[in-house]
């Protein structure tokens, strides 16, 4: 029954133990105290020293203690070296040791318990491994020594029948999966990380096992990226001298060279071996989706929380399990709002690391500005948050360098060689530096075009692609959205029969997937594409849809994408080939950096030996694309002062709100140490950056955002200090762009007034974005007809704000309009009704339907709107007036987020799930966040379609993530309901009479 311990009879394993007490008890010089250390030397020294129980995560694991002899001293009592009792125990055997320790009866001895419990003591696997040594306990008092006094026999018995009845109920239960190696890996990764912390405290030059990491970081990113061995680049920049000491860093090469990889590299030692939370800011919604669903494997190994930012709710991890550190990834918007709260609760030394991806966005408007506001906040409040930045495409470092005060360092390693070519009519050139006009012959198209073709495709697209795909991945970037389609069903018309044979059955499972996630609807363009191998992607894709088309592009089973230029700059989706249809983007000529992102796709590490870039082009640009690929990068430039109401004035408004800087003179030093600061000399032609201080200070005092205070030190010197008003801070928490906050007031204040809680169309209208309201461009009859099928309560809604029904059949029927009619509300209240009719349908392809409008579109128009619910809420927290709004707004915020019916929502919190994965999921009976928690992946991965083993792994291991950071928020806030408040009178008279 129990291996080489089958019973209880004279050679069982509890006759061992009697065997062993008796030769304790037969020591002359000890028998006086034999009773109380017999039972003590037997659990402590001889298991104990056998077994030492450690948790890791949340599983008990055995470590083996490498000491064989008992440490008494006793020459009798000792343990064969061979006799390891960690593999002959049945393997519950740690639940009975735990249970005896929690025993206060069986031994009758409540300090020995409590030495037990100490001996004993629990450790994560970032903590100290257990030291096997346990100190001789003292027991001096009456109680102790009376317990000594009480029967032998009664002692040995308790130990046997502890025993045998563990070993009775071990055979009886069912005996958990106990793995040793993974107990000795868990443990080695204990040690490891133990290593490298002290490693990284002395500032040693031994870097440990992976870079200060361990190895099993190494074996991760092997398992789940493929990722062997670090280039030298790579290696050469972990192992600078400044980023040893920490130092900001700034490092620049060319697309596809690995920039990445030492940016996680690095996080992960600030996570797990600094013990510090880490921020990665980067540029796209998409990217941030892609990264977490990467990243997260890490975190679930690991021990750390891989999360967005939830700027909506503006939540942090609790206090609870601060242990386990987050690895926080936003957007530069959330990151800045992320920045702002930590600065306001006194956490920004608790940020370790942030990491900027494409640097190079600092030069890029309101978003640029937002990157700069970020980036300066920290560097001024915090001496211990370190920066790294990375960027393909940088050209005046310099002046970065000065702002972040970072090293900087650069490679032109490229993993694969990259060819640039021109194409002028049916002739290629190679692109050559060293040649006079830059550009050298290279070969004549050789493919027979007829009559027809040559007028569908008069710029032999078909030929260029046709000489890589169906083998090789080809890009082609078009100038617009719509132009993308039309290119790849031309193409697709064109192309050999061949073609639709290529991996027929998976191309048959994209189409079929497609369909899934749109419950049964199916773009026209992809059905009649996608059996061909090819594909658009562009912002009118829905982002499910967009996810899978990028999963079967990496995957081999779509070969050509025809894309827009924002893919250069957001996903990794590399290319054989990469064809640029024109040298414009929209109706806008080329940038230097754009042209180096677009041809950076070109050329798959480990794949491709090569990568092309063909830039197509009609000789009346030649001129300009001569200069395009000579000339040197543009320089990046500060946007803080240009962008006045996104930049400069919501910066002084969130310095005063923080209490970083409060009067002039701290405000102009903080200016003087921004982006813009190091670059006043060029971009201050006409006003000094005092001025511009002064002045934006001054119309934020007559907005009514701040108040001014003078002091007057002395006859002669004088101080301006400035306090945030109320209106000021319900705008800095709501970051509400400034152009907007005093609207915003004006619209909430008139919605008071006659409120329309019959229906939803009101609150949608109020929460509706003003910078998408511009955009907007009606189509009069289905406004009209949307607007006759409102029921009384929603045309009440219609009144208030002033639009009749007859002005939009006026407008639908192209009448003469002789009273004017503002037209932002009427803009504003045609997308609140898309809105609307979204979140009852729930259906994005219905609603795209009704409305004419692209599906992508719709799913922006809803990301903003609910971006913006949420804004509008922190708003009203902040003003005791609007207090009416707050309950709605988080449910429509909640409603805006998620876009789905009720029951899907808490399914829907889970990284990985989204509207399609949850539908399966709550079909199949996982219902809620309890039930995908405690599902088995190998069960899901049977249950659900199209479910990886990895994919099922990560959603268990992120709900119960979940679950249990829930649970400690909840007893976090039942603590603090508990507490007796700081400015309690009572607390406060009994402090007094202390002191």
Not at 158 to 171: F, R, Y
Not at 660 to 669: E, G, Q, V
Not at 895 to 905: D, Q, R, S
Request: charged fraction near 25%; hydrophobic fraction near 35%.
């Amino acid at each position: 029954m129990f291996g080489d311990y089958d019973s209880f009879t004279e050679n069982s394993f509890i006759a061992q133990v009697d065997d062993l007490e008796q030769k304790y008890m037969q020591l002359p010089e000890h028998r006086k105290h034999a009773t109380d250390f017999a039972t003590e030397n037997l659990c402590s020294e001889s298991i104990k020293n056998k077994l030492s129980i450690t948790t890791i995560g949340n599983l008990t694991e055995l470590q083996t203690d490498k000491h064989t002899e008992n440490q008494s001293g006793y020459e009798g009592v000792t343990i064969e070296p061979g006799a390891d009792l960690l593999y002959d125990v049945p393997s519950s055997q740690p639940i009975y040791f735990e249970n005896l320790q929690n025993s206060s009866n069986d031994l009758g001895d409540h300090s020995m318990k409590e030495r037990d419990w100490k001996s004993s003591s629990h450790n994560t696997v970032n903590e100290e491994p257990p030291h096997n040594c346990i100190e001789q306990p003292q027991q001096n008092d009456e109680s102790s020594s009376k317990v000594r006094t009480s029967s032998d026999m009664n002692r040995r018995k308790s130990i046997k029948d502890h025993l045998k009845n563990a070993m009775t109920g071990n055979a009886k239960a069912q005996t958990p999966i106990f793995s040793r190696s993974k107990q000795l890996k868990d443990t080695l990764v204990s040690e490891e990380i133990n290593v490298a912390k002290k490693t990284i405290e002395s500032s040693s030059n031994d870097l440990g096992p992976f870079y200060s990491l361990p190895s099993k970081v190494r074996d991760l990113y092997a398992q789940f990226k493929g990722i062997e061995k670090l280039y030298e680049w790579q290696h050469s920049c972990l192992t600078l001298n400044s980023v040893q000491e920490r130092k900001n860093l700034i490092y620049s090469l060319p697309t596809s060279g690995g920039k990445t990889l030492v940016a996680e590299i690095l996080m992960l030692q600030e996570l797990l071996c600094c013990r510090k939370d880490v921020l990665m800011i980067l540029p796209y919604v998409a990217i941030v989706q892609e990264k977490i669903s990467g990243l997260s494997s890490f975190g679930i190994e690991l021990g750390f929380f891989v999360e967005e930012y939830a700027g909506s709710k503006g939540r942090f991890p609790p206090t609870k399990r601060r242990e386990k550190k987050s690895l926080y990834i936003a957007t530069i918007e959330k990151g800045h709002s992320l920045v702002n709260s930590l600065i306001e609760t006194g956490r920004i030394d608790s940020l370790g690391l942030v990491v900027v991806d494409e640097l190079h966005m600092i030069g890029e408007g309101s978003r640029g500005a937002t990157l700069e506001m970020t980036l300066a906040k920290i560097l001024y409040t915090s001496k211990t948050t370190q920066i790294i930045g990375m960027s393909a495409t940088l050209n005046n470092v310099e002046d970065l360098q000065k702002f972040l005060q970072a090293e900087y360092y650069t490679s032109q390693f490229r993993p694969v060689e990259l060819k640039e070519y021109l194409k002028i009519n049916d002739t290629i050139y190679e692109v050559d530096s060293k040649a006079e006009n830059g550009m050298t012959f290279s070969r004549l198209l050789n493919y027979k075009y007829s009559d027809t073709l040559k007028k569908m495709d008069p710029d032999h697209l078909v030929a260029l692609v046709t000489e890589v795909i169906p083998n090789y991945s080809c890009l082609v970037f078009c100038p617009s959205k719509k132009n993308c389609e039309n290119v790849a069903e031309m193409i697709c018309k064109f192309l050999s029969k061949e073609y639709l044979k290529h991996k027929e059955k998976e191309k048959c499972e994209v189409i079929k997937n497609l369909k899934n996630i749109g419950n049964g609807n199916l773009c026209p363009v992809l059905k009649r594409t996608i059996p061909f191998g090819v594909a658009y992607h562009h912002s009118g894709l829905t982002s499910d849809e967009r996810k899978l088309l990028e999963e079967a592009y990496s995957t081999g089973v779509l070969c050509l994408f025809t894309c827009t230029s924002t893919l250069a700059a957001g996903v990794n989706l590399p290319a054989r080939r990469v064809i640029l249809r024109a040298p414009y983007v929209a109706k806008e000529f080329l940038k230097r950096n754009q042209y180096k992102q677009m041809i950076g796709r070109a050329g798959r590490a480990g794949i491709d030996t090569i990568g092309e870039s063909i830039l197509i082009l009609q000789e009346k640009d030649k001129q300009q694309v001569l200069e395009l690929i000579t000339k040197p990068l543009e320089n990046c430039y500060s946007h803080l002062v240009q962008e006045f109401t996104k930049g400069i004035q919501t910066l002084f408004l969130s310095l005063i709100g923080l209490k970083i800087a409060t009067n002039l003179d701290d405000i102009y030093h903080f200016m003087n140490g921004t982006f813009f600061g190091v670059q006043q000399k060029v971009l201050l032609k006409e006003k000094s950056l005092w001025e511009i201080t002064v002045e934006s200070l001054r119309y934020l005092t007559e907005k009514g955002l701040l108040q001014k205070d003078t002091i007057y030190k002395s006859e002669e010197e004088v101080q301006y200090n400035f306090h945030i008003t109320k209106l000021g801070r319900a705008s800095f928490k709501g970051t509400i762009d400034l152009a907007y906050c005093d609207i915003l007031y004006r619209d909430l204040k008139k919605g008071l007034e006659g409120l329309v809680l019959e229906s939803l169309l009101h609150l949608i209208y109020l929460t509706t974005p003003y910078d998408l309201v511009s955009q907007c461009n009606p189509d009069w009859m289905i406004y009209f007809r949307q607007f006759s099928q409102l029921s009384p309560a929603e045309q009440n809604v219609a009144a208030i704000l002033g639009v009749s029904e007859s002005f939009i059949g006026k407008k639908a029927s192209g009448q003469a309009i002789g009273k004017k009619v503002d037209k932002d509300i009427v803009n504003r209240l045609y997308l609140s009704f898309v809105l609307y009719t979204l979140l009852k349908e729930t259906n994005i392809w219905t609603v795209s339907e009704k409305f004419n409008m692209p599906r992508g579109y719709i799913q922006n128009l809803l990301t903003g709107t609910a971006s913006f619910s949420s804004c509008v809420l922190h708003f009203c927290e902040e003003l005791e007036e609007f207090w009416v709004y707050r309950a709605l707004l988080v449910e429509l915020t909640k409603k805006l987020t998620y876009c789905v019916k009720a029951e899907l929502i808490p399914l829907m919190e889970v990284t990985g799930v989204l509207e399609g994965r949850a539908k399966q999921l709550y079909s199949a009976g996982y219902k809620s966040l309890m039930h995908l928690a405690n599902a088995n992946p190998e069960v899901l991965v049977r249950t659900i379609d199209h479910l990886s083993r990895r994919q099922a792994k990560q959603i268990v291991s992120s709900a119960k993530m979940l679950l249990h950071e829930k649970a400690e928020a909840l007893q976090e806030e039942v603590e603090e309901l508990l507490r007796l408040p700081s400015d309690f009178p009572g607390a406060v008279a009994s402090s007094t009479d202390k002191a």
